[in-house]
Each structure stands twice: as structure tokens, then as C-alpha cells.
């Protein structure tokens, strides 16, 4: 058995007997890895432990926090010591604790949840205050190792309900924890060169990903949004708008799925994908799924790409795009609102991070930050054959309607 190596930056975490862990900060500072490390070790050597680990999704749950437990369990040759049921997302150590992963939307599998005494809520930021009530719920009854919910999240926006809750208004049961790339020992210099190199290319990342600071909203590039729960009502929706980004490696190929609703001047963003690493014919099929015969507009700098989808059968064609197109598309957007649906968590995420670019001055400029956009350019390609082709100059304001 490997020895685990703990970040000292979380002692103060491992000793807290509070219901509320926040450990919130930047990125790459350690804080899913610790909290990985910390529940193996916790049911390795308490058979009372009965863990609940939860994302907004169940398929963003899969490839974060069950495939680093998974992959954990292997690095630390403690296969032997538990048995995993992939299908599930669960696992049991031999001594008897248990966990179980989760995603938020997996309404039946969380009703058979019972005698639960720690709960884990990955990137808490994508939930609402009425999911946190609800999984607040599930830790009731009698516990000899009392009850504990840990939330872990960057901190992207000054508006969320976790910042009036936990650190405007405060909570006296809870524990409150920052840290940044800073407090990770085992960190590498690429990443944190990375990180460093955002403190001129973009201060409002920089801010919250490398600092672990609340976001400005000052000069976010759409504030007209709200997120809903569209699934009594996107059934009906009776027309569709598809817009594809390519990408691969370190930028996510994002399809974005809309309904327009020119009457009521709403835009409703009812479906998403973002995949990493995906090949033209895996894509293709997914898109088949998604979209049916219906059209899908892509960015046309992929030529290749766009005839690949062809060819499997995808009814793709290319974004005109031209000079002025993205500021020209952005007010156009700006004069909608957009009504996302609260399982599209990257849109979520990207509108709440997608700003201006700032002068020396720190004054925001009529030219967005060509980062956090892969769904934002998709969702501009999507409508771009509903949008008034006049494409005069695009007056700098911030905000929408």
C-alpha cells in the first residue's frame, strides 16, 4: 500500500467538526484531490463512513470525481481493499463504509439514499440553494461520526447565492477554507506558468481561477440571463437552432442547442455537449442524436472537419462569420434574453465567466476575451441566419436588455 501524501494547506480542514466544509479558491490548488485522498482514507479506517458524492449531472460526476477515486484506488494499490461497480458509480471498502456518486438530476437513484453522513458537493458552484436544502436533508438521524457537508468551488461570480450565503450573511455551523495553486505542493511548473500567463491575457480569469477572488460581473459580456429547469416545457418548443465549435485537445468541441422565441424576444438554451478529445465519427453520432436530420451550423474554419460530418450524414454547413461578426452577434444576443436550462452547467459556467478585455486603465473595451467562449461562438453560429445583417459598429455597453 502507497503511503498518502496530504496537502498541509488542508489540516485545518481534516480537524473541523463543523456541518459545512466550503473549500473554495483557485484552480489547481488541490482541493478535489484532497478531498479524494481524505474520503479513502476516512473508509479505509472507519467502517461507519456512508458517503454521497454529487455534481449537477450524472455524466459530469463520471469523468471527475468517481474516475479520480477509481484512478486513486489504483494509484495507491488499494484495488484489493474495494469493490467498485462501475454501473453504479458506488464503491465499498472491505470494512463495510460505502460511498456513492451521483449526479443532481438522478431524481430516483437519490431518493433510495438513506443513513448518509457525509456528503460531498463537487464544483457547488453549478447547484442551486434548493438542491443544497434538499441534499441538507439527507443528513439526518443518528450518527456516531456526525454529519458533514463539504462543498468545493472556484468562486465565479459575486451574485451566487453561495457568497450571500456563506460569507455575506454567514453561517455559524460552517467552515470556511480558501486556497489557490499556490497551496499545492505537488503542482507542476507548466500549469502554474499557465496560470500565471492569464494575469495579463485575462484579469478576470486570473482573478478567480489563479487568485480564488469573486468575479466582477462589471464586465461580463452577457449578464441578460437566468438559469430554469426546462424540462416540463422544451418538449415543446416548436424550432431549433444547432451550432457546432470545433476543438480537441485543450479546447472542448461544444455543440450548443437553442430555442428562439421571437415574440417574446427569449432565447432558450435547452441542450449542450462539451467533449474533449473527441474523433469526427464519435461526434457525428452523438450530433445524429441530438439534432436528427435537422440543420447545424459550424465554425467555418474547419472546412475538413464540417465535410467529415457531411459525410456521416450531419446536415452541417459554415458560419459566414466576417469582419465585426462576433461584437455584431453579441448585441444581437444582448437583445434577447437568454432562459438556460440549469443541466447546461459549461453554458452556465461560460456565461459567467466570458468578458471584455480591459485597457491599461482597467476599462473594459468593446473587444471580448477570446477565452471561456467555445459554447458562446457556438451559440453565435447557431442563430447567425436569424441575425439583422447590418453590420454597423457595435457600440461598446455591458449587459444586455
Same mark, same amino acid.
Given at each position: 500500500?502507497?503511503?498518502?501524501? %496530504?496537502?498541509?494547506?488542508?489540516? /485545518?480542514?481534516?480537524?473541523?467538526?463543523?456541518?459545512?466544509?466550503?473549500?473554495?479558491?483557485?484552480?489547481?490548488?488541490?482541493?478535489?484531490?484532497?478531498?479524494?485522498?481524505?474520503? %479513502?482514507?476516512?473508509?479505509?479506517?472507519?467502517?461507519?463512513?456512508?458517503?454521497?458524492?454529487?455534481?449537477?449531472?450524472?455524466?459530469?460526476?463520471?469523468?471527475?470525481?468517481?474516475?479520480?477515486?477509481?484512478?486513486?484506488?489504483?494509484?495507491?494499490?488499494?484495488?484489493?481493499?474495494?469493490?467498485?461497480?462501475?454501473?453504479?458509480?458506488?464503491? +465499498?471498502?472491505?470494512?463495510?463504509?460505502? %460511498?456513492? +456518486? /451521483?449526479?443532481?438530476?438522478?431524481?430516483?437513484?437519490? !431518493?433510495?439514499?438513506?443513513?448518509?453522513?457525509?456528503?460531498?458537493?463537487?464544483?457547488?458552484?453549478?447547484?442551486?440553494?434548493?438542491?443544497?436544502?434538499?441534499?441538507?436533508?439527507?443528513?439526518?438521524?443518528?450518527?456516531? $461520526?456526525?454529519?458533514?457537508?463539504?462543498?468545493?468551488?472556484?468562486?465565479?461570480?459575486? *451574485?451566487?447565492?453561495?457568497?450571500?450565503?456563506?460569507?455575506?450573511?454567514? #453561517?455559524?455551523?460552517?467552515?470556511?477554507?480558501?486556497?489557490?495553486?499556490?497551496?499545492?505542493?505537488?503542482?507542476? #511548473?507548466?500549469?502554474?506558468?499557465?496560470?500565471?500567463?492569464?494575469?495579463? +491575457?485575462?484579469?478576470?480569469?486570473?482573478?478567480?481561477?489563479?487568485?480564488?477572488?469573486?468575479?466582477?460581473?462589471?464586465?461580463?459580456?452577457?449578464?441578460?440571463?437566468?438559469?430554469?429547469?426546462? /424540462?416540463?416545457?422544451?418538449?415543446?418548443?416548436?424550432?431549433?437552432?444547432?451550432?457546432?465549435?470545433?476543438?480537441? =485537445?485543450?479546447?472542448?468541441?461544444?455543440?450548443?442547442?437553442?430555442? $428562439?422565441?421571437?415574440?417574446?424576444?427569449?432565447?432558450?438554451?435547452?441542450?449542450?455537449?462539451?467533449?474533449?478529445?473527441?474523433?469526427? #465519427?464519435? *461526434?457525428?453520432? !452523438?450530433?445524429?442524436?441530438?439534432?436528427?436530420?435537422?440543420?447545424?451550423?459550424?465554425?467555418?474554419?474547419?472546412?475538413?472537419?464540417? =465535410?467529415?460530418?457531411?459525410?456521416?450524414?450531419?446536415? =452541417? %454547413? =459554415?458560419?459566414?462569420?466576417?469582419?465585426? /461578426?462576433?461584437?455584431?452577434?453579441?448585441?444581437?444576443?444582448?437583445?434577447?434574453?437568454?432562459?438556460?436550462?440549469?443541466?447546461?452547467?459549461?453554458?452556465?459556467?461560460?456565461? +459567467?465567466?466570458?468578458?471584455?478585455?480591459? #485597457?491599461?486603465?482597467?476599462?473594459?473595451?468593446p473587444k471580448p476575451v477570446d477565452a471561456n467562449n467555445h459554447l458562446l461562438d457556438a451559440l453565435r453560429y447557431a442563430l447567425e441566419n436569424e441575425m439583422?445583417?447590418?453590420?454597423?459598429?457595435?457600440?461598446?455597453?455591458?449587459?444586455?436588455?
Amino acid at each position: 500500500m502507497t503511503k498518502i501524501r %496530504l496537502a498541509p494547506s488542508y489540516k /485545518s480542514a481534516l480537524k473541523t467538526k463543523q456541518r459545512y466544509r466550503i473549500i473554495y479558491g483557485g484552480a489547481g490548488s488541490g482541493k478535489s484531490h484532497f478531498l479524494a485522498q481524505e474520503t %479513502l482514507i476516512n473508509m479505509l479506517q472507519d467502517n461507519r463512513y456512508s458517503y454521497l458524492v454529487v455534481r449537477k449531472t450524472g455524466k459530469s460526476i463520471r469523468i471527475s470525481v468517481f474516475r479520480l477515486l477509481v484512478e486513486m484506488i489504483a494509484e495507491y494499490n488499494l484495488t484489493h481493499l474495494f469493490r467498485i461497480n462501475r454501473t453504479e458509480m458506488s464503491m +465499498t471498502c472491505v470494512n463495510g463504509s460505502s %460511498l456513492i +456518486t /451521483s449526479g443532481l438530476d438522478d431524481v430516483e437513484k437519490l !431518493k433510495s439514499v438513506a443513513n448518509i453522513n457525509r456528503i460531498w458537493v463537487e464544483e457547488a458552484s453549478e447547484i442551486t440553494e434548493s438542491d443544497f436544502s434538499q441534499l441538507d436533508l439527507r443528513m439526518r438521524g443518528t450518527s456516531a $461520526l456526525g454529519y458533514q457537508m463539504t462543498l468545493t468551488f472556484n468562486p465565479i461570480s459575486e *451574485l451566487h447565492w453561495l457568497k450571500k450565503r456563506f460569507f455575506d450573511i454567514g #453561517d455559524k455551523q460552517a467552515f470556511v477554507l480558501k486556497t489557490t495553486y499556490k497551496d499545492n505542493p505537488f503542482l507542476d #511548473d507548466k500549469y502554474i506558468q499557465t496560470l500565471q500567463t492569464m494575469k495579463t +491575457t485575462d484579469p478576470q480569469y486570473f482573478k478567480i481561477y489563479a487568485l480564488g477572488e469573486w468575479g466582477s460581473v462589471g464586465n461580463l459580456v452577457y449578464t441578460n440571463w437566468k438559469k430554469e429547469d426546462l /424540462s416540463d416545457i422544451k418538449n415543446t418548443f416548436d424550432n431549433h437552432f444547432n451550432g457546432l465549435d470545433f476543438g480537441f =485537445a485543450e479546447d472542448p468541441t461544444a455543440f450548443i442547442r437553442v430555442h $428562439l422565441d421571437n415574440k417574446h424576444k427569449r432565447i432558450y438554451i435547452v441542450d449542450e455537449m462539451y467533449l474533449v478529445q473527441e474523433h469526427i #465519427d464519435a *461526434l457525428a453520432r !452523438k450530433l445524429a442524436m441530438k439534432i436528427n436530420n435537422e440543420m447545424i451550423t459550424c465554425d467555418s474554419s474547419e472546412p475538413r472537419s464540417i =465535410a467529415d460530418l457531411k459525410r456521416h450524414g450531419i446536415r =452541417a %454547413l =459554415a458560419a459566414k462569420k466576417g469582419p465585426g /461578426s462576433i461584437e455584431h452577434g453579441i448585441k444581437w444576443i444582448q437583445g434577447y434574453q437568454l432562459v438556460v436550462d440549469e443541466h447546461c452547467i459549461n453554458t452556465i459556467k461560460e456565461l +459567467t465567466s466570458y468578458s471584455w478585455r480591459e #485597457d491599461k486603465d482597467g476599462n473594459a473595451i468593446p473587444k471580448p476575451v477570446d477565452a471561456n467562449n467555445h459554447l458562446l461562438d457556438a451559440l453565435r453560429y447557431a442563430l447567425e441566419n436569424e441575425m439583422i445583417q447590418n453590420k454597423t459598429q457595435v457600440k461598446f455597453f455591458k449587459g444586455g436588455i
